[in-house]
């Protein structure tokens, strides 16, 4: 059993990405007037905020800033985190579920929205947001900006339908090459090589590609007990996304 995802490993491929930009916020790119951001670091924070903290004390060691997304479930959503990892440069985002929350109901979620959104900003600045992708449920809740705004609510851009010009890779499913993958993608990717490890990310950076990149902190371990019991869990989820994957295309 090989074990790509580890601390070790994402430590080489920050230190790859601060040899081309150290600003690697989704807000950067989406804030700047000239659109000279080649590289996204993006975390969503589904569970274990815990590990973001420590991912984020990496990337802060090594000179880069990223984007966090926390979910509003009281798993993910630790004010004393989020805080923490503002602090040190990083943005943090929110990573919203509303649509699937509200089963569909579209008044529903934007006041869901509007609330969380609150809530959030109780604690830290909000500018950006992000979906979260839910696989098991039919709803994606990206739809809901096709009858409202996100910028009534102060967000300048949301990081699945408004960044441009990127190859997308994604850790979703513990590798980046998973076909267990469902709905984490970005509306406008622009493709790229096919990779499955760390190494060959890193090689795409030296290479100069444009690259947005997506972790989900809960799968980076410290250590063999935390690698093998990520890749029990992966492993299980993935078998179900398969299974629904198969169901949908069949349906």
Known sequence: MSFDLTLDNYRSLCRAIKHRQSDCRVLNHLDSAENNST?????DVDRKPKRALRMARIESDVGVRSTYYFRSTKEAFIPEIMKEIEKMGHEVGYHYEVLVKAKGDHVQAMKLFENDIDSFREHVEIR????????LSKYDSRDIWADNSFLQFGIVGDASIS??????????G???DSKANLRDNVKSDDGGSS?????EIIELLINNNNVYINCHPERWTLNIVESVNQSIKDTAINVVKLLIKFARRNG
């Open 174 to 176: 513990g590798k980046w």
């Open 128 to 135: 950006s947001i992000c979906s979260h992708g839910s696989p």
């Open 163 to 172: 960044v441009f010009g990127f190859a997308y890779y994604s850790d979703t």
């Open 39 to 43: 590289i996204i670091l993006r975390h």
């Open 195 to 199: 990779v499955s490890t760390t190494s």
